[in-house]
């Protein structure tokens, strides 16, 4: 069993409603039926959100994913409506809080992958395929594919895995246009991205979206993206196949948990142990060193 060590109370705030907490944001609908996302320090690994959260976390995601937006409205439309923050709400919601149109979500992680590592390594070195996708002989970990692959997976609540599936099967649970649609945008997007970050020095390896559509069937870019906690992130003049390569993302709090130091087991039903302060700190500037190099902009 996994999930929260210990899950927050709800901030209650007048008129809003709050529907759900998760691994990280917290979601609420206000008097207009509008969502309001608020991302939090929460931090999560194993499928357990940790009890240490990482200071500035929440507000380095929100900022990330709306630079991000910006970049793609010439492919896909997003759901961001206001950054502002709701009357009554707490002050430390300031920065971290996207206020969004309600859309019909579609249950699919659309994971894009332009690099082999993670659990489409595991699956390669089994079968020489990702998601049913056949790939080359020779490929290691941290390999650079012969071209991006959109490998999905289903979405899972929090506490259980996120399970890949093939294209085939998003196909039999969305249709054949809404597939062939999720395949064609999550590339290009992930493709706009992966060449925005290799200018700063950034191998964005691999990445996950979320789509909704409107009323009017128009396909929307939803929740947060390409920031730590969606994607990997290694620097450039590291990379280095046939090793684990370092990062900007939360391999750092991973790597620690799974170590002898952690005295965790990550497959036990144990919850995991508080994090030290040097990888709290680690893993904070890691997370504000990606958001410098991608925007240019100084973390503050």
Not at 254 to 282: C, F, I, M, N
């Amino acid at each position: 069993m996994s999930g929260f060590v210990v899950k927050p109370e709800p901030i209650e705030v007048p008129g809003l409603v709050h529907l759900h907490t998760g691994k990280v944001r917290d979601l609420y609908r206000d008097r207009h039926g509008r969502l309001v996302m608020v991302a939090s320090d929460r931090t999560s690994a194993f499928d357990w959100v940790l009890p240490t959260e990482i200071p500035d976390k929440g507000r380095i995601l929100t900022r990330l994913s709306l630079w991000w937006f910006d970049r793609f409205t010439d492919l896909v439309p997003h759901h961001v409506v206001s950054t502002e923050v709701p009357e009554g709400a707490p002050a430390d919601w300031a920065g971290r809080t996207l206020v969004c149109e309600p859309l019909d979500m579609i249950p699919v992680e659309c994971v894009a992958r332009g690099y082999l590592t993670g659990s489409g390594l595991k699956e390669y070195e089994a079968t020489r395929t990702v998601c049913d996708l056949p790939l080359p002989d020779g490929l290691l970990d941290g390999s650079e594919l012969p071209e991006p692959i959109f490998t999905p997976a289903s979405k899972a609540e929090v506490g259980e895995h996120d399970e890949n599936v093939s294209y085939a099967e998003v196909v039999r649970r969305s249709g054949a246009a809404t597939a062939e649609e999720l395949r064609r945008t999550t590339l290009a997007v992930y493709e706009r991205a992966r060449d925005i970050a290799r200018a700063r020095g950034i191998v964005l390896a691999d990445t996950k979206f979320e789509f909704g559509r409107r009323a009017d069937g128009t396909l929307v870019l939803g929740d947060e993206v390409l920031t730590p906690d969606s994607s990997r992130f290694w620097p450039a003049d590291a990379w280095q196949p046939g090793r684990p390569q370092p990062s900007f993302d939360k391999q750092y709090v991973r790597d620690w948990l799974a170590s002898p130091a952690s005295g965790w087991d990550p497959g036990g039903a144990t919850p995991p142990p508080e994090l030290p302060a040097e990888v709290v700190a680690g893993t904070r500037s890691r997370y504000a060193e990606a958001y410098e190099r991608l925007t240019g902009e100084r973390w503050a």
